[in-house]
Nanobody, 123 residues
Framework: QVQMVESGGGLVQAGGSRRLSCAAS????????IGWFRQAAGKDREFVAA????????YYGDPAAGRFTISRDNAKNTVYLQMNSLKVEDTAAYYC????????????????WGQGTQVTVSS
């Protein structure tokens, strides 16, 4: 069974950058879209960005627009989220999942979620 593992989180100052990685093991996800969502304490999971299986199509939520870039390397079975100009409100646990059906924008379209990686942005 496919397992997704996120990495790259940590503490960063406001205005800084961070690159998150989402690596698949136990199988290939080269035929699936992959999405990044985030969840801040006490809030619902929020769509951040997604990418089609080929990488030709990308989708961004409001928090990411103009600041974040999603990409993938199918040879490495890995998806990346480059986050620039980070804000305190970007503080959250970031999760990646495999799109199994439906819309890229909804968490219910995804399965095989990773355990998440925490990003904390300080002022």
């Amino acid at each position: 069974q496919v397992q997704m593992v996120e990495s790259g989180g940590g503490l960063v100052q406001a205005g800084g950058s961070r690159r998150l990685s989402c690596a698949a093991s136990g199988g290939t996800v080269s035929s699936n879209g992959i999405g990044w969502f985030r969840q801040a304490a006490g809030k619902d999971r929020e769509f951040v960005a997604a990418i089609s299986w080929s990488g030709e199509s990308t989708y961004y939520g409001d928090p990411a627009a103009g600041r974040f870039t999603i990409s993938r390397d199918n040879a490495k079975n890995t998806v990346y989220l480059q986050m620039n100009s980070l804000k305190v409100e970007d503080t959250a646990a970031y999760y990646c999942g495999v799109k199994v059906f439906g819309s890229y924008y909804f968490a219910t379209s995804y399965d095989y979620w990773g355990q998440g990686t925490q990003v904390t942005v300080s002022s």
